[in-house]
């Protein structure tokens, strides 16, 4: 007669299965073909990151960047970060494989690079981190009038997001680029003093302006949308942001100059897209350092 399975026996099975699908996940996360990491020498103070075809390059780059870059967070959402995170800066050129790219992810989901960057800070910097929730200071999007109008440059686009990603999933092909200075539809860009967004929705946009935390302004909080509205809009938002961060190129070619004498981000919220930022405090999901090494040169 058998012996029946103590607990202890169950609970060791069950840890080797999440085991063995965590490695899983992990040899099927897609990867830089090859990887190059050096100290950046220049002490400049710009900062780059472009990627050209297959080819991924970030100029005087720190590891809190590159952080908050893979996993779509804010610096605020980084706990556990060493002090070299922030001052110690690095040059890394790296080539993606040559299989086209996937349709773009849906909302909420890590693009091919964001995933390639994060395999490269596990292999190369040892990186090693695990969500949490925190209660924070939020600041929650809500209308910004009782009669709920719109401001000029909050437009409903025409373009079904959803739709357009599953059909090009379905077609097994990549959208084709728009021309040269225009963003494509169900995307955005935030640079200093601008933000524009094509065809997402209020939570999508809210995610776009707590991305100015990097680029000039110090909200310093997430933004979640509490709005109400449903579909999806455009935004073409101008402000004064109140630092100009010594970056190189980001966002689409067009974009207009820095205007100092421009609105703050918070006027021109209100004037511009019939919005304002209401304080709250709310869960909010954070990620947790749990081990990260220099790398070593190469």
């Known amino acids: 007669m058998s012996k029946p399975i103590t607990a202890s026996i169950v609970v060791a099975i069950e840890l080797v299965a999440i085991v063995a699908l965590h490695a899983q996940q992990a040899a099927d996360r897609p990867r830089f073909e090859v990887a190059s990491i050096k100290p950046n020498v220049s002490n400049d103070g710009r900062i780059s990151v472009n990627r050209t075809g297959s080819r ?109 990603i599953a059909a090009t999933r379905a077609r097994g092909s990549v959208p084709s680029l728009p021309p040269s200075g225009e963003l494509p539809p169900c995307s955005s860009s935030v640079a200093p003093g601008n933000i524009v967004v094509r065809s997402q929705t209020m939570a999508e946009i809210a995610t776009a302006l707590s991305r100015l935390t990097n680029t000039g302004s110090s909200l310093g909080r997430l933004i979640v949308d509490r709005t109400g509205l449903e579909g999806y809009y455009d935004v073409d938002l101008h402000f004064a942001p109140d630092r100009i961060p010594n970056v190189g190129p980001a966002g689409p070619q067009g974009l207009p100059p820095i205007d100092p004498d421009a609105a703050s981000i918070y006027a021109a919220m209100r004037e511009q897209l019939g919005l304002k930022l209401d304080s709250q405090r709310a869960p909010v999901e954070v990620i947790v350092i749990d081990r990260v090494e220099k790398p070593t040169a190469d």
């Not at 849906?106 to 091919?112: A, D, L, T």
């Not at 994060?118 to 925190?134: G, Y």
């Not at 709920?148 to 959803?162: H, W």
């Open 56 to 164: 991924y390059t970030a100029s005087g780059i720190s590891l809190a960047l590159l952080i908050r870059n893979a996993y779509n967070v804010q610096e605020f959402q980084v706990i556990g970060m060493p002090a070299w995170g922030n001052s110690d800066r690095f040059d890394i050129v790296a080539t993606m494989p040559a299989d086209p790219d996937p349709a773009p992810p849906s909302p909420g989901v890590p693009s091919r690079q964001s995933l390639m960057v994060q395999a490269l800070l596990e292999e190369r910097f040892r990186l090693a981190v695990h969500k949490a929730t925190r209660e924070m200071p939020v600041y929650a999007l809500v209308m910004a009038n009782s009669d709920r109008k719109l401001g000029p440059s909050l437009r409903r686009s025409t373009v079904d997001c959803a739709a357009m």
